[in-house]
């Protein structure tokens, strides 16, 4: 018998998830949730940019879950939601990689917005993500 996390629970294992990806002692996790049932998790960091000794910038990436997407992920198993959440911080940090340019952090444009849409948790439940 599968029993299902409330949404509380399963949003901090997936905000706990991501905190391995963005590393940065200023990093801050926080999610809302709109009148629709969509739920945005933004991460937020300030980044530094090495030749410049003032310049600071807050940088965030939003994670946007249809509701769909959480109540999917909450009634899957354990083994399960842990491949899910290791899928979804691929696809947090493959989504900065592609947004940021190659040369490293272009502290005008840090900010990003990711959807994650249930075809994510599908390849991720298959091995696939």
Not at 1 to 26: G, Y
Not at 46 to 60: P, T, W
Not at 64 to 88: H, N
Request: glycine fraction near 6%.
């Amino acid at each position: 018998m599968t029993v299902s996390l409330d949404a509380r629970q399963s949003l901090a294992e997936i905000e706990h998830a991501l905190f391995k990806s963005f590393p940065f002692p200023s990093t801050s996790i926080t999610h809302v949730t709109n009148s629709d049932g969509v739920v945005t998790i933004q991460v937020s960091w300030v980044a530094s940019a090495g030749s410049m000794s003032i310049l600071d910038s807050r940088c965030a990436m939003s994670l946007v879950m249809e509701p769909a997407v959480l109540e999917r992920y909450r009634a899957l198993p354990g083994a399960k939601r842990l491949r899910v959440r290791e899928a979804l911080r691929a696809h947090a940090e493959d989504a900065l990689r592609r947004h940021l340019p190659a040369g490293g952090v272009d502290l005008a444009e840090c900010n990003v917005m990711v959807g994650v849409d249930e075809s994510v948790l599908a390849d991720a439940e298959r091995g696939r993500a």
